[in-house]
């Protein structure tokens, strides 16, 4: 089976891209608490015992945060969280420059992958309605 580490370059980019994601998502869903309910990094760094500064550096993408930092992050400012993995030769809604490369990385040289789910990863943080502090 071929390895990602064949190209290195396309394992960043889809690195980069989830991080990116999961960041975005972060900062939008704290955007729209704070204007929402008035919830500041301090509330969250409270929420979490941490110094308001730690909330800062992740908010700011400073961090390489891990999936347990992910998930209380979207706790601590009442989300949820939806992760999405699948091979992106099943998925034809998304015009994806990443599925695009995937798929040439994984079936370069005639080899095809039996993937059951997938080689993209996408994060969603959904909200759940109203924030309870």
């Known amino acids: 089976m ?8 396309l394992r960043r980019q889809i690195y980069l891209a989830l991080v990116g994601k999961v960041e ?11 204007e929402e309910f008035g919830l500041t990094q301090s509330d969250i760094a409270r929420k979490l015992d ?17 999936l347990e ?13 939806d992760v999405d993995i699948f091979d992106p030769k099943e998925r034809t809604d998304r015009n994806d420059y990443l599925r695009d ?9 005639g080899v095809t992958p039996s993937l059951s789910q997938s080689s993209r990863a996408e994060s969603r943080i959904v909200s759940m309605g109203s924030f309870a502090g």
């Open 50 to 66: 941490v110094h308001r500064s730690v909330i800062q550096r992740r908010l700011k993408g400073e961090t390489n945060m891990t």
């Open 2 to 9: 071929p390895s990602i580490r064949a190209n290195p370059n």
């Open 24 to 34: 975005g998502q972060l900062r939008e869903i704290f955007s729209k608490r704070n």
């Open 101 to 109: 490369a995937t798929t040439t990385a994984w079936t370069g040289g």
């Open 69 to 81: 930092t992910v998930a209380d992050m979207a706790w601590a400012v009442g989300a949820c969280i």
